[in-house]
C-alpha cells in the first residue's frame, strides 16, 4: 500500500481493545482490498473499500501475547477472523456472520516475526535492527534520521555512560526550541505530513489526522535520480532543529 493519498490511524479504547481505522483514497481500485500483500486477507469490494478491524490483546499474564479479533466490512459485518501472537505470528481466517469460521476454509499466516540476528545486544527485534542500520540507509540521508542520533550511536559502541550524557544533552536542546517557538509565536509544522481537519477521540484526548502529502517522495526521487557525489552517511551531523541552538 503506497503512503500517497493513504490515512489510517489506531485509535485504542479502554478494556485492552484497539480500533485499526483505513480509509482508502477516493479513486481506490475498485477490485478487491488487499492491505497485508499477496497474502493477506481480502475484502470484498462490492461492499466498501474501508473497513474496521478492532483488535483485542488479552491482559491475563499467561495470554499476555494473544490478540484477537475481525475484519468487519462497511456494514460493521464480521468477515475475517484475525487471532495469534504480536510477539509470534498472525493467522486470518474468513468467518460468518457470527463471527465463526467458515466451512471448508483454514487459518493461514499473514504475518510471522523475523528471527533476531545472532549478534544483537539490546534485545532489539529484526525489524529495529533494519530501522536503525547504516546498511538500509538511503544516499544522503535526511540529517534528522534517527540512525545518526548521537546517544542511539553511543549505545550501540557500548558506551553507556556517554550515552546518557548524549540524550540529556538532546532532550535540553528539544526543550530550547519549545521555547524559543513559543517566545516568536510560532507553530510546530510538520514537513512530509499535512494535518487534516479530522480528530480521532481517544482516552488520552484528541488526536489530530495527519495525512502524507508526497513530498518526501519527490525529495527521494530527485536525490536518486541526481549524479552529486556520495556522502557517507555516518559522517552526516544528526540536525532535526529548527532554530540555531541559543548562545
Request: charge should be negative; glycine fraction near 6%.
Amino acid at each position: 500500500m503506497e503512503p500517497v493519498n493513504q490515512r489510517c490511524h489506531y485509535e485504542p479504547n479502554p478494556g485492552g481493545h484497539g480500533v485499526l481505522l483505513h480509509h482508502a483514497p477516493a479513486e481506490a481500485d475498485p477490485g478487491p482490498h488487499d492491505p497485508h500483500g499477496p497474502h493477506g486477507p481480502h475484502i470484498p469490494s462490492q461492499q466498501s473499500p474501508s473497513f474496521l478491524c478492532p483488535l483485542r490483546r488479552r491482559r491475563r499474564s499467561a495470554g499476555r501475547y494473544e490478540v484477537d479479533g475481525y475484519v468487519y466490512n462497511a456494514a460493521e459485518e464480521p468477515e475475517i477472523l484475525i487471532t495469534g501472537k504480536w510477539n509470534e505470528s498472525m493467522q486470518y481466517q474468513p468467518c460468518d456472520l457470527e463471527g465463526e469460521p467458515r466451512p471448508g476454509t483454514e487459518l493461514k499466516e499473514v504475518w510471522h516475526v523475523a528471527d533476531v540476528p545472532n549478534d544483537d545486544k539490546f534485545d532489539y527485534t529484526y525489524f529495529a535492527h533494519k530501522l536503525n542500520s547504516f546498511d538500509t540507509a538511503p544516499r544522503k540521508l535526511l540529517p534528522s534520521d534517527s540512525r545518526l542520533r548521537p546517544d542511539r550511536y553511543a549505545l550501540e559502541m557500548g558506551n553507556i555512560t556517554k550515552s546518557g550524557a548524549e540524550k540529556r544533552r538532546l532532550e535540553e536542546r528539544q526543550r530550547a526550541e519549545k521555547k524559543i517557538r513559543e517566545a516568536k509565536g510560532e507553530t510546530f509544522k510538520t514537513k512530509w505530513f499535512d494535518i487534516t481537519e479530522e480528530v480521532a477521540t481517544t482516552p488520552w484526548g484528541d488526536l489530530e489526522i495527519c495525512e502524507y502529502n508526497g513530498k518526501y517522495t519527490q525529495h527521494r526521487a530527485a536525490i536518486d535520480s541526481s549524479d552529486t557525489y556520495e556522502v557517507d552517511n555516518k559522517s552526516v551531523e544528526f540536525n532535526p532543529w529548527q532554530y540555531p541552538p541559543p548562545s
